[in-house]
């Protein structure tokens, strides 16, 4: 199986802030990459797919990229609605699997 | 508007089982694929299986084969996931989520259903 390793586990970091999880995967996977949000209670909502298409509705602060193994997700001004977990999935012959996750919380 | 709806928490013993259900509105229920991801308290996401509401087939995670039994009632748009022996470290949220078909990504996804397993 594909293991996907996120980077750091725990961020803090202020409102206007840019700021950038890595996510890596244990082999290429192409561009089949995504990101969620998750918010305490709730359940996750997808942000980008495709390694860097953002999903209707989501602010353009939000942005991915890269390829193959090493993928980013990058919040250009950190708003007080962002701080939440985050999770990159990767998707390979019929399974999925998700990053650990990044806590990125208020500094 | 899409929605995914699942049915309510569940307490069950250990070595019991458990259906957590998942009823679909807003869309074409079979043109989807509806996965399950489960997330056990303080912890990450897990993917565990996929059906596929058209044909019925499914597949799924390698630590789930046995266990995980996946089935569908097309006619009331409605996804079901059945997990057998369950075990303390089954304790988790379920959610169902519905599957992008071109980008493999889970584009809507149900409340959650939280299943504790305690004696």
């Known amino acids: 199986d594909i293991q996907m390793t996120q980077s750091p586990s725990t961020l803090s970091a202020s409102v206007g802030d840019r700021v950038t999880i890595t996510c890596r995967a244990s082999q290429s996977i192409g561009n089949w990459l995504a990101w969620y949000q998750q918010k305490p209670g709730k359940a996750p909502e997808a942000l980008i797919y495709r390694t860097s298409t953002l999903k209707s509705g989501v602010p353009s602060r939000f942005s991915g990229s890269g390829s193959g193994t090493e993928f980013t997700l990058t919040i250009s001004s950190l708003q007080s609605d962002d701080f939440a977990t985050y999770y990159c999935q990767q998707y390979n012959t019929h399974l999925w699997t998700f990053g650990q996750g990044t806590k990125v919380e208020i500094k | 508007q899409i929605h995914l709806v699942q049915s309510g928490a569940e307490v069950k013993k250990p070595g019991a089982s458990v259906k957590v259900s998942c009823k679909a509105s807003?869309?074409?229920?079979?043109?989807?694929?509806i996965h399950w991801v489960r997330q056990a308290p303080g912890h990450g996401l897990e993917w565990m299986a996929w059906?596929?509401?058209?044909?019925?087939?499914?597949n799924l995670a390698l630590k789930f084969q046995g266990r995980v039994t996946m089935t569908r009632d097309t006619s009331i748009s409605t996804a079901y996931m059945e997990l057998s022996g369950l075990a303390s470290d089954d304790t988790a949220v379920y959610y169902c989520?519905?599957?992008?078909?071109?980008?493999?990504?889970?584009?809507?996804w149900g409340q959650g259903t939280l299943v504790t397993v305690s004696s």
């Open positions: 989520a519905r599957g992008e078909k071109l980008w493999f990504y889970f584009d809507s």
């Open positions: 807003g869309y074409t229920f079979s043109a989807y694929y």
């Open positions: 059906i596929n509401p058209n044909s019925g087939g499914t």
